[in-house]
């Protein structure tokens, strides 16, 4: 999707929204941060995907329990009460959250409480037409998704594989009666994603009433213990016994010197040539209906994949294996004609992952961070980029430039930095020694962390590949947005050609 306008956007987490409830989301606070946007000058807001997470993958959103539902934990108790659903009351008997850190065990447990008890009041009153509309319609997904997480419940948090026979292989009489002794809470879990579209409904369009976009994200893979992967397991790469016959990964890169083991499940690619990428454009669709464009994380794994045996223990011993891409993105041409997505081009490419980006005519990515080893001929510098691209200073997976400076980046690194600008660069200028470069850069669009606008310092980090502890859990402190900031951010922006509209 181009266009010929000069933009800038914010990357940051919905999660990471201030909120009194533990966790950003969909609520006030994130109509308050389009309002501010818009205020600051900026075309769009960026975040991380919005399906659901699950606590054995420390809550990674591109690990997602689902590749369809959204996560309850971004249901606003806010939103609730406005459609009157929750009392004030209600609202009050909130714990006293942290506001430094999502507190996702706590956070969860409220918000499952409040939505139990307002599913009653619902169930109670007749289900309305317009939620038995909504559940007909998303039905493709919606039915797998809340048998599967009913079933997870009531088995105590059991993965699926570890189910007993009859519901792991989906056996209809033991999922018929299973439906039968289990229909309220499976009534439930479809009212938590009817209570999920409508709040997502309200913000986008109040951001296309700000003359906002909102840009999604959305995950290559999906964890093991999956409702697609349960409800579908002919797509993935499984034996007769669903186990896992081989796992995604990375191999080595900048991040890790023995790759990154993320574990999940391989598609079977010749099963989803077979029936025409139905899954693939179906879970693409949904996104659409909340999102005016969508990033493609890891682009390249859609041309050809790093494979790994299921016991590996790093993701060093791999293998590269093939996409029938040409069929699959001839199938996504023809669904989404306008191509309104972005390519996470990032790591080892190859002329095939750049052919297929460019017939998709899909905007790459560029990392300032990544720049400043070899500046003169790095793609990432500055002077190399393209105006088809999109400028980020880092992505949720870099430090911030802050950060990245203090404890990330070489010697030589810095000294190229400084170098490069012809002048001195230190911790307290590089956030926007780095920001006002993004902008400057002739990349259609540049997307800022909101980390590096507030200048902060690795404690802000959002995710550090290849670990677990710590990550997805920053969020932004009330009263860090400023009319101070919001000034700045805008004169910035007029200044380099990027103001929104």
């Not at 990471?16 to 966790?23: D, E, M, T, V």
């Not at 911790?427 to 850069?441: D, E, F, I, K, Q």
Request: glycine share 10%; aromatic share 12%.
């Amino acid at each position: 999707m181009k266009t010929d306008r000069r933009k800038c956007g914010v990357l940051l987490p919905m999660t990471s929204l201030p909120s009194r409830f533990g966790i950003g989301d969909m609520g006030p606070g994130a109509l308050r941060f389009a309002e501010f946007l818009q205020g600051a000058g900026q075309s769009l807001w960026q975040v991380l995907p919005l399906t659901a997470t699950d606590a054995g993958c420390a809550h990674s959103p591109y690990s997602p329990a689902s590749a369809f539902a959204g996560s309850g934990l971004l249901i606003s108790p806010e939103g609730l009460m406005e459609d009157g659903f929750l009392s004030q009351e209600d609202l009050d008997s909130a714990p006293n959250f942290s506001n430094d850190r999502v507190d996702y065990g706590a956070a969860g447990a409220f918000k499952a409480t409040l939505l139990q008890r307002v599913w009653a009041q619902f169930h109670r009153g007749g289900e309305s037409a317009d939620f038995k509309a909504f559940c007909q319609s998303q039905g493709e997904w919606l039915e797998d998704w809340s048998l599967f997480i009913s079933i997870k419940g009531a088995m105590g948090g059991l993965a699926w594989r570890d189910w007993p026979d009859g519901l792991k292989f989906r056996r209809p009489q033991d999922l018929d009666r299973f439906r039968r002794d289990h229909n309220g809470d499976i009534g439930l879990q479809n009212f938590i994603q009817y209570v999920f579209a409508r709040q997502m409904s309200v913000l986008r369009r109040r951001m296309a009433e700000l003359k906002l976009e909102l840009v999604g994200d959305v995950p290559v893979y999906v964890m093991g213990d999956c409702a697609d992967v349960w409800a579908h397991p002919d797509l993935f790469d499984l034996d007769e016994d669903l186990n896992f016959v081989s796992v995604a990964g990375v191999p080595p890169d900048y991040f890790s010197a023995k790759g990154q083991l993320w574990g999940n499940p391989t598609y079977n690619w010749e099963a989803m040539r077979r029936d025409g990428f139905r899954w693939w454009t179906g879970r693409l669709r949904r996104l659409l209906t909340f999102f005016d464009r969508v990033r493609i994380d890891h682009f390249r794994g859609l041309i050809a994949y790093w494979a790994l045996p299921a016991d590996a223990e790093t993701a060093e011993h791999g293998e590269w294996r093939s996409v029938p891409h040409r069929e699959f993105f001839s199938a996504l041409r023809s669904e989404f004609p306008n191509a309104p997505f972005w390519a996470e081009n990032l790591g080892i490419l190859t002329p095939e992952v750049e052919e297929a980006r460019t017939a998709m005519g899909l905007p790459g990515m560029t990392i300032l961070h990544f720049a400043f080893g070899h500046p003169s001929d790095n793609p990432y510098a500055p002077h190399n980029h393209t105006p088809g691209t999109v400028v980020y200073t880092g992505t949720h997976d870099n430090n911030t430039s802050r950060g990245w400076l203090m404890a990330d980046a070489t010697p030589w690194e810095r000294a190229n930095l400084s170098a490069y600008l012809g002048c001195e660069v230190t911790a307290g200028s590089v956030s926007g020694v780095m920001t006002r470069m993004a902008l400057a850069s002739v990349a259609e669009t540049a997307v800022i962390p909101m980390q590096d606008w507030l200048d902060l310092g690795p404690e802000a980090r959002i995710n550090t590949p290849s670990t677990t502890a710590g990550n997805w859990t920053w969020r932004m402190k009330p009263g860090a947005i400023t009319p101070d900031l919001t000034q700045r951010m805008r004169s910035l922006c007029e200044l380099y050609g990027r103001t929104g509209a």
